[in-house]
């Protein structure tokens, strides 16, 4: 059975944003060679785990520079843009669900990671 891994984190949640974002990496490659390339990276642009909002504005544009320059999860990355207010989880659903169509044969069996969120939900 194929295993696919989807990672998600959404941007938009504060009181002042237009837009609710979501990004999800689906992949069913190599996870430890993902998170060594993204590791990798994140060591070059110095953004070292932190929270994005708390990262330099040319830190994350060198991380964001070196994702792209370097291929990483190429074609596997999709995102959506929701005008506010919408509920949290709909978006992220959404997102999901186009996303492991597009890259879903088959039997496959799915785990999603979401960033900051509690494993009951």
């Known amino acids: 059975m194929r295993k696919l891994y989807c990672y998600v984190d959404e941007t938009g ?3 002042g944003s237009e837009f609710f974002i979501v990004v999800a990496v689906v992949s069913d490659e190599d996870q430890y060679r993902l998170r060594r390339q993204l590791t990798d990276v994140e060591e070059v642009a110095q ?11 040319s830190r994350r544009i060198k991380y964001l520079s070196l994702v792209v320059e370097r291929n990483i999860a190429k074609g596997s990355v999709y995102t ?7 509920p949290y989880f ?5 997102v999901l669900e186009k996303a492991i169509k597009k890259v879903a044969r ?9 960033d900051g969120i509690d494993r009951k939900k």
Do not use: C, M, S
């Not at 959506?80 to 919408?86: E, L, M, S, V």
């Not at 088959?106 to 979401?114: A, D, I, L, S, T």
């Open 13 to 15: 949640q504060d009181v």
């Open 47 to 57: 953004t070292n785990q932190l929270k994005w909002h708390k990262t330099e504005h």
């Open 80 to 86: 959506a843009r929701y005008r506010k207010p919408i």
């Open 90 to 94: 709909f978006p992220i659903i959404d």
């Open 106 to 114: 088959g039997e496959y069996q799915v785990r999603v990671y979401v």
